[in-house]
């Protein structure tokens, strides 16, 4: 039999546990809506939910559900090889598309103990215990945070509810931070041909410039313009000259590395941005934009015998050209109205200007 004493003293600890677990929960909750910008949001939820369910491990994957493909997008505890396969694509009826489609959470106290869990991989990594927590709101399907542990667990129900709260907060959390990813994007894009707009130039440029001035490194500018579009617009339609800017963009992503940046200037006119470039890489660079731009225009005329679009280009590098960014621009403006003036369809950099 307890005494009153310790029934008292037992009543005070799980009070005690309560609102540890409380304040637990509203921390784990703050964590996960405390940045807009995706994967530091994703952070944040793991490591909140890591530090609240005391699990060692912890992963969160992304769903898209155009692909039907999971994505590893954060994860904390694991070892090199468990995280090779970053993508995956969800069989129907399987556990991960079950979890998606019913939104509940699926725990498993020891993998030893259960033939629920047919994943060999996690168990091949040692773990024991684990919680799958669908990242589900009214909306959409974001994806699935996994919490892990190598020793066999106990999990108490209250605080399993606990977790379903917190996952509602980062649900919602990643759905405001997507929604704010699709509107800076909106924001920064050309609508019409898919690349960067000049509100994006004017922010890139400087901070590509001082980039490049404080490790001393050499970056160039392209600006890059379509010949003779106007009589092109008069000659074919501006429905046609719209799919020819568009197949510019096309041609600009495809031949472009993920570290350099293009832009739509304004009308038909195109600025590219070739981070740690000299001016020899920048030419050859410009050259494939110019036969790639020939090659996909053609295929977009009625006749063989219709003349291919092409464009002018005038390359400024720094800084070889140019001290500060405004000069780098002119100076490649300048060089793309000389170019122009030469008969058009051509490269032009300061060295030739100088010959």
């Known amino acids: 039999m307890f005494t009153s004493q310790e029934c008292d003293n037992c009543k005070a600890y799980e009070l005690k546990s309560q609102l540890r677990a409380m304040n637990d929960m509203i921390s784990a909750a703050q964590a996960s809506v405390s940045t807009l910008e995706l994967d530091s949001l994703l952070n944040a ?5 890591m530090s609240f369910t005391e699990m060692p491990v912890g992963r969160v994957a992304l769903y898209d559900t ?3 493909k999971m994505s590893l997008r954060t994860h904390a505890g694991l070892k090199s090889d468990f995280v090779v396969c970053e993508d995956w694509t969800v069989v129907p009826g399987s556990l991960t598309d079950q979890l998606l489609r019913q939104n509940e959470i699926f725990c498993i106290e020891d993998t030893d103990q259960t033939d629920l869990f047919t994943n060999h991989q996690p168990i091949h990594e040692g773990i024991r215990s684990l919680i799958s927590i669908p990242l589900v709101t009214k909306s959409a399907i974001h994806g699935i945070l996994y919490l892990d542990d190598f020793l066999p667990r106990s999990f108490d129900k209250s605080r399993l509810a606990m977790i379903s709260v917190l996952a509602s907060f980062a649900a919602m959390s ?21 690349i960067h707009n000049r509100r994006y130039f004017d922010e890139v440029l400087p901070q590509e410039f001082e980039r490049a001035h404080r490790h001393g490194l050499s970056f160039s500018l392209l600006m890059i313009d379509v010949d003779n579009f106007k009589l092109f617009n008069d000659v074919y339609g501006h429905h046609l000259g719209d799919r020819i800017l568009v197949t510019i963009g096309r041609v600009l992503r495809k031949t472009l590395r993920s570290i350099d940046f293009a832009f739509r ?44 679009v092409t464009v002018s280009t005038g390359i400024a590098c720094y800084p070889r050209d140019a001290t500060y960014s405004e000069e780098l621009v ?3 403006d300048q060089l793309l109205y000389l170019a122009k003036n030469m008969g058009r369809n051509r490269i032009l950099a300061r060295e030739e200007e100088d010959r």
Request: proline share 3%.
């Open 45 to 49: 939820i793991l490591r909140g939910a």
């Open 66 to 68: 155009r692909s039907g």
């Open 174 to 194: 990643i759905e405001n931070a997507k929604l704010h990813q699709e509107t800076h994007k909106m924001a920064i894009m050309d609508a019409l041909t898919g």
């Open 265 to 308: 200037y304004g009308g038909e006119e195109f600025v590219v941005i070739l981070p740690e470039t000299a001016l020899k890489s920048a030419r050859k660079v410009a050259e494939r934009i110019r036969q790639g731009i020939i090659v996909e225009s053609r295929k977009l005329l009625r006749n063989d015998g219709d003349k291919p």
């Open 330 to 332: 002119a100076v490649a």
